[in-house]
């Protein structure tokens, strides 16, 4: 079974501070997709890095995909309220499966 | 163009009842997912439908299963209910793979077993 762990689970930050988010794996993945959750809402893709070393760039958002495709982290900078949600990583595996991490959590404090 | 519709919003069964949630994907969609998110285990995949076919299939017992029309939508269906299957299911879909094309979920059908 392939796993993969974010931390931090939850993260409570002021708005105007920067944070990274962590999404490790003991596997490779062929790809790795970065969602945000609001609630009562479905997950909404934001990025999805394939290459080994990857680096995207979504306004203040910064996705870096490992050299060895097994993790992946995502950096905010100047975090706005609107930011707040579960962040979740998914890894894409050989057989097109989507694997997601137990997400995290960020509330930005106004 | 519309979203992805789920149906019902919200459901309440008693244990050992059957339930039946349906999800209609984007216009043009072929591939449907099914995933089951509670607060203890996060996002698990359940099965992926494609063309009416059952491509993938998660590690969930026999009493989860689903299908898939011909017009794309799909349905999934729990039987026995026990009062672990409460939670979050959110069907995806995407023009393809899944894991190939971007995936588009609903606002899922929050389950609870009493």
Known sequence: TQLLEQSPQFLSIQE???????CNSSSVFSSLQWYR???????????TVVTGGE????????????DARKDSSLHI?????????????????????????GGTRLMVKP | KAGVTQTPRYLIKTRGQQVTLSCSPISGHRSVSW???????GLQFLFEYFSETQ????????????????NSRSEMNVS????????????????YQVADTEAFFGQGTRLTVV
Do not use: I
């Open chain 1, 16 to 22: 105007g501070e920067n944070l990274t988010v962590y």
């Open chain 1, 37 to 47: 959750q609001e609630p009562g809402e479905g997950p909404v893709l934001l990025v």
């Open chain 1, 55 to 66: 680096v995207k760039k979504l306004k203040r958002l910064t996705f870096q995909f490992g």
């Open chain 1, 77 to 101: 900078t100047a975090a706005q309220p609107g930011d707040t949600g579960l962040y979740l990583c998914a890894g894409v595996n050989a057989g097109n499966m989507l694997t997601f991490g």
């Open chain 2, 35 to 41: 995933y089951q998110q509670t607060p203890g285990q």
């Open chain 2, 55 to 70: 491509r993938n299939k998660g590690n969930f017992p026999g009493r989860f299963s689903g299908r898939q029309f011909s």
């Open chain 2, 80 to 95: 026995t209910l026990e009062l672990g299957d409460s939670a979050l299911y959110l069907c995806a879909s995407s023009r």
